[in-house]
């Protein structure tokens, strides 16, 4: 092996060890037997994760975040699927900068959007309301499903529309029957993302959700304010693990749709 070939592996090493080192902390600690944050472990117990099934403000939370995500995840998977359809169907003018709106809550701090989330609930009666977080995720969740699906329509053949129009399929069922089971990975990917993306969010929860609409980072922050339990490590862990599994996913549905993509 080159000295070459052994510095980029060893500045490979370092990075990933720099990106995974606060997991490498917190989940030993979600383990602890003991109180306190701190090494060597007094011992090895499942006393924080009971301690969160245990809770009905962290069980609350856990189900607030899998109503709001699947909900958001569903809404943002079929307008952001039927807006990258559309555009990869009709090149409408000014199609750079239509796509250009509907990728920016994927580039605005989220601060600024729940900002003007605030401001624009306020008057229709949304704020604090299961609903009005629903939109606002799957708002924020839509673009990760429009460039999916608009990356795998990139190895879509046309051709297979046009079959299926001269063997008398109506544009709905071509899309139905044709387009959508060649581009499902895609689909299902940006699924993945959106859900992970609504999964993650707490700005915009800080700022709309009441009471009874905390999701599970919202109390995890609250936690922090409060008093430092090491229950919040195990959300955590179960929240990292729940990201990986989602990842893993992922990518095995790429290498699907890249496998479905070759000749």
């Given at each position: 092996?080159?000295?070459?070939?052994?510095?980029?592996?060893?500045?490979?090493?370092?990075?990933?060890?720099?990106?995974?080192?606060?997991?490498?902390?917190?989940?030993?600690?979600?383990?602890?037997?003991?109180?306190f944050?701190?090494?060597?472990?007094?011992?090895?117990?499942?006393?924080?994760?009971?301690?969160?099934?245990?809770?009905?403000?962290?069980?609350?939370?856990?189900?607030?975040?899998?109503?709001?995500?699947?909900?958001?995840?569903?809404?943002?998977?079929?307008?952001?699927?039927?807006?990258?359809?559309?555009?990869?169907?009709?090149?409408?003018?000014?199609?750079?900068?239509?796509?250009?709106?509907?990728?920016?809550?994927?580039?605005?701090?989220?601060?600024?959007?729940?900002?003007?989330?605030?401001?624009?609930?306020?008057?229709?009666?949304?704020?604090?309301?299961?609903?009005?977080?629903?939109?606002?995720?799957?708002?924020?969740?839509?673009?990760?499903?429009?460039?999916?699906?608009?990356?795998?329509?990139?190895?879509?053949?046309?051709?297979?529309?046009?079959?299926?129009?001269?063997?008398?399929?109506?544009?709905?069922?071509?899309?139905?029957?044709?387009?959508?089971?060649?581009?499902?990975?895609?689909?299902?990917?940006?699924?993945?993302?959106?859900?992970?993306?609504?999964?993650?969010e707490?700005?915009?929860?800080?700022?709309?959700?009441?009471?009874s609409?905390?999701?599970?980072?919202?109390?995890?922050?609250?936690?922090?304010?409060?008093?430092?339990?090491?229950?919040?490590?195990?959300?955590?862990?179960?929240l990292?693990?729940?990201?990986?599994?989602?990842?893993?996913l992922?990518?095995?549905?790429?290498?699907?749709?890249?496998?479905?993509?070759?000749?």
């Amino acid at each position: 092996m080159s000295a070459l070939r052994l510095l980029w592996w060893a500045v490979s090493v370092a990075v990933a060890l720099f990106l995974v080192a606060p997991l490498l902390v917190i989940v030993p600690l979600s383990f602890s037997e003991g109180s306190f944050l701190h090494f060597p472990l007094p011992g090895v117990s499942l006393r924080w994760y009971h301690a969160f099934f245990a809770s009905e403000f962290w069980l609350a939370s856990l189900w607030n975040s899998l109503v709001v995500g699947l909900s958001a995840t569903a809404i943002a998977t079929a307008l952001g699927t039927l807006a990258a359809v559309g555009l990869w169907l009709a090149p409408l003018p000014g199609a750079s900068a239509i796509m250009g709106v509907l990728l920016l809550p994927m580039v605005v701090p989220s601060i600024i959007t729940a900002v003007a989330l605030t401001f624009a609930y306020a008057p229709v009666g949304l704020a604090s309301t299961h609903l009005g977080l629903i939109i606002a995720h799957a708002a924020l969740a839509s673009p990760f499903v429009v460039v999916t699906v608009g990356a795998t329509l990139t190895q879509f053949d046309r051709t297979l529309l046009r079959a299926a129009a001269a063997c008398g399929a109506g544009p709905v069922t071509a899309f139905r029957r044709v387009m959508l089971p060649l581009i499902l990975p895609g689909v299902v990917a940006g699924a993945v993302f959106a859900f992970a993306t609504s999964l993650d969010e707490s700005v915009v929860v800080l700022f709309l959700a009441g009471p009874s609409q905390r999701t599970l980072p919202r109390q995890m922050f609250a936690g922090l304010k409060d008093t430092i339990e090491l229950t919040i490590l195990a959300a955590a862990t179960m929240l990292t693990v729940l990201s990986l599994v989602l990842m893993l996913l992922v990518r095995v549905l790429s290498a699907r749709g890249a496998a479905a993509g070759r000749p």
